[in-house]
């Protein structure tokens, strides 16, 4: 750097300054970019939706034509052989629409149908008919190859009902998959986008633009694999088979009896269609910036002064370093009229003041945890803090099979010995009392103040017969635990204790805590100064 002249130096100034305008640049043309991605989803939505309304019209002309042919059903299956050609001329009516129609029995028999079939053809393993039939409503089934037809087609069904509401057939119109993806081909598509149909198992059944070879095969997409599972409304990103990025829009279709939903429309469209306006943009502004930094550069050829560089550039570190949690960074400007300098004065008594002010707010924020956590009488955990670690041991002991106890601490009479001896004797027996118990349990163990004159152990891998031990020891300290008074008096403290194991006290925490409650409970009743653990076995 020392070795650069003058105008060298600017050029590197002047490219440095033209950086901020390259870095919107890019910022404006993955925002422009942003911009379209939200409105491609939102407008892949719609279109999702206005897919669904179209085939949500097919479904319920469906509906309506089954539900009028079932008042005459009846009727019609006295009489197979009339029955069928009835049904042939309504297929041969129905412009392709239609590849089958027909009458099912209640056993799910072929009664009559549009097409001739030969042998016995038995329907009871068909979606559409199950559904019929359990539910006495309109049903949709899946993907299928006709058993009398041989066709791909999608099965509606109808139920058939006497004057008393009786199940006696169920009436079936079959939907040609090729004059289906013609509806399909009619829905309104963003350009270059693309619909695809699946049914409820995920076989595609509709594809516009069509792609030969995919109707009746199952989407191999992962992404749209779990998007089907969910059964619900979705836009999300993903690569295709081939590793392109696409932007997916996921509708369902219709409602079955049993709370499905026959058919999903997705609607997708390529990343590369959506961005290819903002790309151009971005690549032209790109080159407007170059060429105005070119011809920055051959005026800085002639410009200022290398002094203006470089304290612009000190600031500029001293300025990024703060940014980055530096507050210790100072440009080192020597005080004088300046401006450059002056601004490097300003720069360094801000950074001063946010590292003071850093100082202070740790320092603040400590106190704040410490007291958010702790008694401020006795220094120990409080009661919050201490369900909170419960809790947590709960989930530790759930996941490796480990065990803990908990010993519930309470003083015996400490309403005397506030009313006899006053409130200050009484703070000084609990800070004794928890200075005892903070001494007596080992590291790992963990003691709160969990009331006014209670305390609650945490006892680490400890099962209940090692928690009374130990509780049992703790309970002989505080019996020789002396307190001395004004006036050369003495004092002498007993406690009552409640231990509790985990699991077989309680496989929750509030369940633990009171069990080691009542046990506490059935110590200050049965006299005291003893140790009692849950469950009724006492120390």
């Not at 210790?328 to 001063?352: C, V």
């Not at 009552?496 to 929750?508: K, L």
Request: contains cysteine; charged residues 25%; aromatic residues 6%.
């Amino acid at each position: 750097m020392k070795n650069l002249t003058t105008r060298a130096r600017l050029i590197l100034l002047i490219l440095a300054s033209a950086l901020p305008a390259l870095g919107v640049s890019v910022y404006n043309g993955f925002e422009h970019r942003r911009a379209l991605a939200t409105d491609a989803r939102e407008d892949l939505a719609r279109f999702a939706a206005l897919a669904a309304r179209k085939q949500e019209e097919s479904l319920e002309a469906v509906r309506q034509f089954l539900f009028a042919l079932s008042g005459s059903a009846e009727s019609l299956m006295r009489s197979p052989r009339d029955c069928s050609e009835f049904f042939r001329k309504l297929v041969a009516a129905s412009d392709g629409l239609y590849n089958s129609m027909g009458i099912h029995g209640k056993d799910g028999i072929l009664v009559c149908s549009a097409v001739t079939w030969t042998r016995k053809v038995d329907v009871n393993d068909r979606r559409y008919f199950r559904l019929t039939a359990d539910a006495r409503m309109f049903a949709v089934g899946e993907y299928q190859v006709g058993r009398a037809t041989g066709l791909q087609g999608v099965n509606f069904g109808y139920p058939v009902l006497n004057e008393t509401g009786d199940l006696t057939g169920v009436v079936f119109a079959g939907m040609d998959l090729a004059k289906f993806n013609e509806l399909a081909a009619r829905t309104p598509l963003p350009e270059g986008g693309a619909l695809t149909v699946f049914d409820h198992e995920g076989t595609i059944i509709a594809r516009h633009p069509a792609t030969a070879g995919n109707i009746g095969e199952k989407d191999r997409n992962p992404a749209v694999i779990e998007a089907l599972g969910t059964s619900r409304k979705a836009v999300f990103e993903a690569e295709d088979t081939s590793g392109k990025a696409h932007v997916y829009a996921m509708e369902p279709l219709g409602i079955n009896a049993d709370g499905s939903h026959p058919f999903h429309v997705l609607v997708s469209i390529t990343k590369d269609v959506i961005f290819v306006n903002a790309d151009w943009t971005l690549k032209k502004n790109l080159a407007g910036i170059t060429i105005a930094m070119l011809l920055l550069m051959v005026v800085a050829w002639y410009g200022s002064n290398v002094v203006v560089l470089r304290k612009i550039q000190i600031m500029l570190d001293v300025a990024r370093r703060v940014h980055n949690g530096d507050l210790t960074a100072r440009t080192g400007f020597p005080p004088n009229k300046e401006e450059l300098s002056r601004l490097g004065n300003a720069l360094d008594d801000m950074a001063q003041a946010l590292e003071q002010r850093e100082v202070e707010l740790q320092a603040a924020l400590k106190l704040v945890q410490e007291q958010a956590i702790h008694d401020p009488l006795t220094g120990l955990y409080n009661r919050r803090q201490m369900e909170e670690l419960l809790s947590r041991e709960f989930l530790r002991v759930q996941r490796s099979g480990s065990t803990f106890s908990v010993v519930m601490v309470d003083i015996d009479h400490f309403k005397r010995i506030n009313d006899t001896h006053g409130h200050e004797t009484g703070d000084e027996v609990l800070v004794r009392i928890a200075t005892l118990l903070v001494n007596a349990v080992r590291r790992s163990d963990i003691v709160c103040r969990y009331g006014g004159e209670e305390f609650l152990i945490l006892l680490l891998g400890s099962s209940a017969e090692n928690a009374v031990r130990r509780a049992t020891e703790v309970q002989r300290s505080v019996r020789n635990l002396v307190l001395s008074l004004r006036g050369g008096a003495t004092l002498s403290i007993t406690a009552s204790f409640g231990v509790a194991a985990c699991p077989e006290h309680g496989t929750d925490r509030d369940a633990l805590l009171r069990a080691a409650d009542r046990a506490l409970y059935r110590a200050k009743n049965s006299g005291r100064d003893q140790v009692v653990v849950a469950n009724g076995a006492a120390a």
